[in-house]
């Protein structure tokens, strides 16, 4: 999850300081996102479309009826989706993809519980965006599974952003987004648009029944998850994150683990001086243990 560009200055105005400390506290509070001075005309720019969409008159007079109407409540989700956006890529951090399929499926199979045999292995990503991250587990792990008989996995995609939510449920992308996807893979997992003036892809109905979607927020104190999992991908997010909120978001993440299983973080995350339940692997991959 990051920030849109800004968008030109209009005549619905400009945010008060004031104006902006408030809505800054908010999204913090609500999604741990930080919002230091330098994001005020950023800001600006995102929340005008927003305004412009409900029909006030003026950046001002949205912040009265969010904040002096009680409106708040409301909007809250209208309000996240409009300040963030998603920066998401099929196959990003490839290592990452290669250390699971080289090295963290193989090691699991050779547990007790023999997760993908004896049970479906379960997958989290947890900051999932417009869907590339899971829908690249979905094709790494049917890509696996055809190697070893039997295997089976599930694999739960989550999101604050509505907006990036439904886009990931249509699969559709540009058809430049896939270039890192190997060449069989896009004859295997991918369908072409039929209209030569709309180059896109959609990802085939047998990948995308692979992943389930829905909303969650990274601040809450309780993930309503049912089961532990064995693999977790939380990328690329903690960054916006301050310390303490990053420090509580790992402790759940690495409650919801198994022993042995592993969590993924981005290569911009750190972990060094969080007392963590998990040692490294591997840049960014850690074990529970």
Known sequence: MTFMTDTPPSDLGY?????FQRLAKF?????????????????EGRLRRRVRALGLPSLS????????????????VELIDAVTT?????????????????????????????????????????????????????????DFARRQRGYRFEILATDICTDALAKA?????????????????RQRYFLRSRNPDEPTVRLAP???????FGRLNLMDEVYPLDEGM????????LIYFDRERQE????????????????????????????????????????RR
Request: proline residues 8%; positive net charge; contains cysteine.
């Open 15 to 19: 945010l008060s300081g004031r104006d």
């Open 27 to 43: 999204i913090q509070d609500t999604c741990g996102i930080r919002m230091p001075p330098v994001k005020k005309t950023m800001l």
């Open 61 to 76: 007079e949205y912040c009265r009826w969010l904040f002096d109407h009680g409106r708040l409540a409301e909007e809250a």
């Open 86 to 142: 998603n920066k998401t890529d099929f196959f990003r951090e490839p290592r990452h993809f290669e250390h699971l399929t080289g090295s963290t499926l193989p090691t699991l199979l050779e547990t007790p519980a023999r997760p993908g045999l004896d049970r479906p292995l379960k997958v989290w990503s947890a900051a999932c965006s417009s869907g590339s991250e899971p829908y690249t587990l979905a094709m790494v792990l049917d």
């Open 169 to 185: 449920k249509r699969a559709i992308y540009p058809e430049e987004m896939i270039a890192p996807v190997p060449a069989a893979w």
């Open 206 to 212: 047998s990948v995308r029944q692979m992943v389930r």
């Open 230 to 237: 064995d693999i977790i991908f939380c990328r690329n997010i």
């Open 248 to 287: 509580a978001v790992l402790r759940r993440l690495c409650g919801l683990l198994r022993p042995h299983g592993s969590l993924f973080l981005g290569h911009t995350d750190t972990i060094a001086g969080m007392d963590l339940p998990v040692r490294q692997v591997a840049p960014s991959v850690f074990i």
